[in-house]
């Protein structure tokens, strides 16, 4: 079984910076691409960044120039760093990651719990 785990939520101020962490841990032959999305009450779920496995990026138009999405493969590990944050960033975070179980096994998605990033006025 795979799990995957973000962390690095909480409270900041507009203008402020925050880091947010992703580790998938199991049976894993390898990572094809991760990435982040976020939701907030009344809105539809929205992707911000994904990564592949050649460390292509792309980015929403909201979040360029002021998030950064990287990874490290050793550590099955993402990172989302943001930077500028404004109060319509607030939402629950999920991460995500595409991956495959063996060399035989199809790509699947699977997804943390996700953390609340909340930023003030």
């Known amino acids: 079984q795979v799990q995957v785990v973000e962390s690095g939520g909480g409270l900041v101020r507009a203008g402020g910076s925050l880091t947010l962490s992703c580790s998938a841990s199991?049976?894993?032959?390898?990572?094809?691409?991760m990435g982040w999305y976020r939701q907030a009450p009344g809105k539809q779920r929205e992707l911000l960044a994904f990564?592949?496995?050649?460390?292509?990026?792309n980015y929403a138009d909201s979040v360029k120039g002021r998030f950064t999405i990287s990874r490290d493969n050793a550590k099955n590990t993402e990172y989302l760093q943001m930077n500028s944050l404004k109060p319509e960033d607030t939402a629950v975070y999920y991460c995500?990651?595409?991956?495959?179980?063996?060399?035989?096994?199809?790509?699947?998605?699977?997804w943390g719990q996700g953390t609340q990033v909340t930023v003030s006025s």
């Open positions: 199991g049976s894993i032959f390898s990572i094809d691409v």
């Open positions: 990564i592949t496995s050649d460390d292509t990026t």
């Open positions: 995500n990651a595409d991956l495959r179980r063996s060399s035989w096994s199809p790509r699947q998605r699977y």
